[in-house]
C-alpha cells in the first residue's frame, strides 16, 4: 500500500485533468489488486447494518484519499453521484454496478448499463459525466473494493455528492 501511495503522489503531480488522472491511477490500481495481503485485517470488516466504509490513507495535503468498502451479500448503496472522481478496483467478491444519465430538462434518470464487477475489474467516475451510479453487493459472499477519491474522505467523510430516488420504470402503453 505505501508503494500504491507513492505512486498516486506521483501521478496525482503529473496528470491535471481528472479524467486523465482517474485513468492512470485506474491502471496502477489494476496491478495492486493483483498483490497479495493488500489490506490489513481490520480494513475489511463488514457492519450487519450497511457496507462498510474503512478510511485506509488519506494524502497530507488532502489531494486524495483510499477507502475500502466492505459488503455483505445484499448491501448496496443508494444511487448517487459523487464530489470528484472515483477510481474503483473489487478486491474480492462481485459487485453489481447500474450506472444512470440525469436528463437535464426533466430532472429523471434513466438507466445506461449495468456492469458485474469481479475481482481484478477496475473502473472509473468522473463529474459531471457518466457519474451517477449504484453498487450492490450481488453475491453470496463478502466483497471488499478499493476506492481512490480525489478529495479527503477523512474531511469530508464521503465522497457523495447528491443521492437519487430509483427511477419509475415506464409503464408499456397498449393500443
Known amino acids: 500500500m505505501r508503494n500504491f501511495v507513492r505512486e498516486l ?7 491535471a485533468d481528472p479524467q486523465a488522472r482517474a485513468e492512470r491511477v485506474s491502471e496502477r490500481l489494476r496491478s ?8 490489513d485485517p481490520r480494513h475489511t470488516e463488514p457492519d450487519p447494518r450497511a457496507y462498510r466504509q474503512h478510511l485506509v490513507h ?18 448496496e448503496t443508494p444511487i448517487h453521484s459523487h464530489v470528484c472522481w472515483c477510481v ?6 462481485l459487485e453489481a454496478e447500474t450506472r444512470y444519465q440525469l436528463d437535464p ?7 445506461t448499463e449495468r456492469a458485474i464487477n469481479m475481482p ?22 463478502i466483497a471488499v473494493s478499493l476506492h481512490v477519491y480525489g478529495t479527503d474522505i477523512g474531511r469530508l467523510g464521503s ?15 397498449k393500443a
Open 120 to 141: 481484478g475489474d477496475v473502473c472509473w467516475l468522473v463529474p459531471p459525466d457518466e457519474d451517477i451510479h449504484k453498487v450492490r453487493n450481488d453475491g453470496q459472499s
Open 159 to 173: 465522497s457523495i455528492n447528491r443521492t437519487y430516488r430509483e427511477p419509475i420504470p415506464v409503464a408499456s402503453s
Open 9 to 15: 503522489d506521483r501521478l496525482h503531480r503529473e496528470a
Open 105 to 111: 430538462v426533466t430532472g429523471e434518470l434513466a438507466e
Open 32 to 39: 495492486l489488486l493483483a498483490a497479495d495481503d493488500v489490506l
Open 88 to 93: 474503483v478496483g473489487v478486491l474480492t467478491g
Open 58 to 75: 488519506v494524502d497530507a495535503q488532502g489531494r486524495f484519499s483510499v477507502v475500502a468498502l466492505v459488503w455483505l451479500p445484499g448491501q
